[in-house]
């Protein structure tokens, strides 16, 4: 193509991180004069929020991250989301975790305030339709339904595990509970009737609220411990199983939790650590920024090295029975709502989620070693469960709902029948699992792996093939989990791929065809 003619862009998938790739093509566009015309595919009915931000979820299903980081705009150009709901008078405090409703409705005002916001230059087409198939073409790339010919295709297509097919006949499964309201209503889940759950994290927790409460049950909260008046819509039990058994700790309740040290106090502890990941120092997660971790956390505890290291691998040798997951549950969530004072474990998780925005950028790009690789995928995804849990009120209501005898971890190794099976897995990012036009790009040979899995892109989100990027085909978000770090967030701060996409793919493009769909770095 010239520098005179249209370019034409699309974006598959349209929910936060397609909603940054938009926000951030515009801000581009508006310093170019070249004419570009956007195809965006979204079927859900609010872009910028997607499924799992759907606005018309029940309320009670809530965010794991607080609202004081929530803003989807950068250099200040629009609210961020306390401000959007202080316009609206409807004010929460920073460490709130607001209902995943409201956040929807955010982002879909977000987007709409783009698109207003947009340059002349820049046309923006919306497809409420999913993209089955992306497949080269001379110049680019060709997308169906529709055999749309765009010079660049940028994918978002988040978690997916919704595409999942399961079996409709008894014992029926459900594939994923997103979207609850029909995935989980009461002709596929009926009240009194038992139900297992493949998976015991975030997507759990969020299963079990949408059939209590979520059906009209009402939880109250008594000097820290709740209690529950059922709706009579409820099943009659929910029996999760999964291959840890080890659940999530909770988020500390910051109205009831009394922190061990001040800012000031963890700022002066973790420094020389973080300056060393910062300078790129280190070069071995498992000789020495994994020790370090540990070394903070036991310095805290007055603990060796040797010690934090031999308690951190029990808890990682074997599955967590029945009773040590109902323990494990009541000892975070005791520490969360400041009735037990924290133990190592927490103090793990605290020193992994302060230092995790200078992990991610110290690992971002490098090439891990098969041993470093293996043990820092074990360490993040046990630090997934600590770090990163619920706020403390979910596992008050799981316990609560266990001690009613509507919730057992009887048959946390599985083996348990029941009328329904819902899976709360999300499939991972390397996993030909993932619905398409991912899942057809994989077996075409257009993406590849890296060392801790997920898809391969570089600092630009292009997509690559051992060295080479793949011209005209990006990825942003979950499937590139594991090659970028942290991509369930949010946040506009710990990655800036949207603003990189947007910048090389508003580079002048060369007047000759592409010569192959590879190109080396």
Same mark, same amino acid.
């Given at each position: ?261 001040? %800012? /000031?106090?963890? =700022? #002066?502890?973790? @420094? ?7 300078? !790129?120092?280190?070069? &071995? ?64 998780? %605290? /020193?992994?989620? =302060? #230092?995790?925005? @200078? ?7 490098? !090439?891990?070693?098969? &041993? ?150």
């Amino acid at each position: 193509m010239t520098r005179t003619q249209t370019l034409r862009l699309a974006i598959v998938g349209c929910g936060p991180k397609g909603l940054y790739a938009l926000d951030s093509l515009s801000e581009a566009a508006k310093r170019k004069s070249a004419a570009v015309e956007l195809d965006i595919f979204e079927p859900a009915p609010f872009p910028g929020a997607g499924v799992i931000y759907d606005p018309n979820q029940p309320d009670c299903l809530v965010m794991n991250y607080a609202a004081e980081h929530i803003d989807a705009w950068t250099g200040g150009r629009g609210p961020s989301l306390i401000d959007w709901l202080s316009e609206r008078q409807t004010p929460v405090s920073p460490q709130a975790c607001v209902p995943r409703s409201v956040v929807g409705r955010y982002l879909n005002w977000c987007f709409s305030m783009v698109l207003d916001r947009l340059p002349e230059n820049l046309q923006v087409n919306l497809h409420k339709t999913r993209v089955t198939s992306v497949k080269p073409t001379e110049d680019g790339w060709v997308l169906e339904p529709g055999a749309v010919k765009v010079r660049e295709v940028l994918v978002t297509t988040g978690h997916q595990n919704w595409n999942r097919r399961g079996e409709e006949t008894p014992p029926r499964t459900v594939v994923s509970p997103f979207p609850v309201n029909q995935s989980l209503t009461t002709e596929v889940i009926p009240p009194n009737s038992s139900v297992t759950c493949k998976g015991f994290a975030l997507t759990f927790i969020d299963m079990v609220l949408a059939l209590t409460e979520g059906r009209g049950g009402t939880f109250r909260e008594k000097n820290g411990s709740f209690e529950y008046v059922p709706s009579g819509a409820e099943p009659s039990l929910i029996a999760p199983f999964s291959r840890s058994g080890r659940p999530m700790r909770p988020k500390v309740d910051h109205s009831r939790f009394v922190s061990p040290m001040n %800012e /000031v106090e963890w =700022r #002066s502890l973790l @420094s020389p650590l973080l300056k060393d990941l910062e300078k !790129d120092k280190l070069t &071995s997660f498992q000789n020495e920024v994994w020790p370090a971790l540990q070394s903070i956390a036991g310095q805290i505890q007055n603990l060796p090295l040797w010690e934090v290291n031999e308690i951190f691998a029990h808890r990682l040798s074997g599955q967590f029975d029945s009773a040590r997951a109902q323990r494990e549950i009541e000892t975070g969530y005791n520490i969360a709502v400041g009735k037990s004072a924290p133990d190592l474990i927490w103090f793990l998780g %605290e /020193v992994w989620r =302060r #230092s995790y925005p @200078s992990l991610i950028n110290w690992i971002g790009g490098r !090439d891990l070693s098969k &041993s470093d690789a293996n043990l820092f995928q074990r360490v993040a995804a046990e630090m997934e469960r600590i770090a990163f849990g619920p706020p403390a009120s979910s596992l008050g209501k799981l316990i609560c709902l266990q001690k009613l005898g509507m919730l057992t971890f009887e048959h946390i190794s599985g083996g348990a029948k029941a009328d329904c099976t819902v899976n709360a897995t999300i499939p991972s990012g390397s996993s030909l699992a993932l619905s398409e036009p991912l899942s057809q790009l994989l077996e075409d040979g257009h993406l590849d792996t890296c060392s801790l899995g997920g898809v391969k892109i570089d600092a630009s989100a292009n997509a690559c093939k051992g060295q080479n990027v793949i011209r005209g085909l990006s990825i942003i978000g979950r499937s590139t989990e594991g090659c970028v770090l942290g991509n369930d967030t949010l946040s506009r701060k710990l990655h800036n791929h949207p603003e990189q996409w947007a910048v090389r793919v508003l580079r002048p493009y060369a007047s000759c065809p592409l010569e192959g769909l590879e190109t080396t770095t």
